[in-house]
């Protein structure tokens, strides 16, 4: 197994629109697609469509939705057996509303009411197996799945898209962190990115890095500090964005790449999933990736089939 996620699926709707409208108003869709989410969920994703073997452990209800996003991971040959189903329960829900007209994104969420991953869930030796471990929380269950994969050496790689106080605890037990320019913001009032990601760094990881939305990324691995720009696309969604841009890089250490090239690469696939709506259905290929990366251009013949997919789903 080269990846094991831990994290929580959910299911959205996305609706693209030109506009948020005002209050008792309204907006003409113009496309819609049923796609599964979740942090954790989608950069797995991610690294299934890139090529990785990848594992999902999480809880699911008993109920359609959750039935979609098992069949969603196995569409992409993502291993469930360590998936929860919680029979009586439903699964969390999204609408997402993404505007041309900022090309940002809404979030509608219904949280659902699954029961939380425990402990007693894990299988000790399947997290064990994995070569690198994903998490983007402090549960008990992610903290223990973290210090069984220290024991074993296996890095574990940190999604920080929001800033919590429980994170800091849990900074000593990751060894990549990953964080977004909304986590950025909340902790640090200035742009002195090379002294900011040294100061994550000393707490423990090796490997700091923060996205900086459509400019790119900043990061430091050892003493390296990089600034990598991002690449001008078409956006129609950002939805995943970040997710994805997770999935990349932990791909980009797989192959044994530095973090700089890592970050290059995972720039370039993030962006080509935001030409698409949805945080899977432009999830590109290596093979799709490194063209781009070669001469700019998005061979979309494979990824506009998933988008034709996703449209119809549910």
Same mark, same amino acid.
């Given at each position: ?52 073997? +990848? ?59 699954? #029961? ?26 992610? #903290? ?72 790119? +990324? ?57 030409? #698409? ?24 013949e494979e990824i506009d089939k998933r988008v034709a997919r996703y449209r119809k789903s549910i």
């Amino acid at each position: 197994m080269d990846v094991v996620g831990v994290g929580i699926p959910c299911v959205d709707l996305l609706a693209n629109i030109p506009k948020i409208p005002e209050p008792n108003s309204g907006a003409r869709i113009q496309d819609y697609s049923w796609q599964g989410g979740g942090k954790v969920p989608t950069a797995v994703v991610a690294l299934a469509r890139l090529g990785a073997k +990848c594992g999902m452990i999480g809880v699911v209800g008993g109920c359609s939705y959750g039935q979609f996003c098992i069949d969603d991971f196995k569409y992409h040959g993502i291993d469930v057996s360590q998936m929860v189903i919680d029979e009586d329960a439903e699964t969390p829900f999204s609408i997402v509303l993404a505007d041309d007209y900022t090309h940002g994104r809404s979030i509608l969420y219904y949280p659902g009411n699954c #029961r939380r991953l425990e402990v007693e869930d894990l299988d000790k030796d399947y997290i064990q197996s994995a070569r690198y471990l994903h998490l983007a929380d402090t549960t008990p269950a992610s #903290r223990q799945a973290a210090i069984w994969a220290r024991e074993k050496s296996i890095p574990v790689v940190y999604d920080a898209d929001g800033y919590h106080p429980d994170v800091e605890e849990m900074i000593p037990l990751i060894d990549v962190f990953i964080a977004s320019e909304f986590y950025y913001k909340a902790v640090f009032k200035d742009e002195e990115y090379q002294a900011n990601c040294k100061k994550i760094q000393s707490m423990g990881p090796n490997i700091v890095v923060f996205t900086l939305g459509e400019r790119g +990324c900043v990061g430091i691995e050892g003493d390296k500090f990089f600034f990598e720009e991002g690449f001008k696309v078409d956006v129609m969604d950002t939805t995943g964005a970040g997710d994805v841009y997770h999935g990349a890089f932990i791909y980009g250490l797989l192959q044994g790449w530095d973090a700089q090239k890592t970050a290059r690469f995972s720039n370039a696939v993030s962006a080509i999933k935001c030409t #698409r709506m949805g945080g899977r259905a432009a999830i590109p290929t290596f093979e799709t990736v490194t063209k781009f990366l070669e001469t700019g251009v998005i061979d979309y013949e494979e990824i506009d089939k998933r988008v034709a997919r996703y449209r119809k789903s549910i």
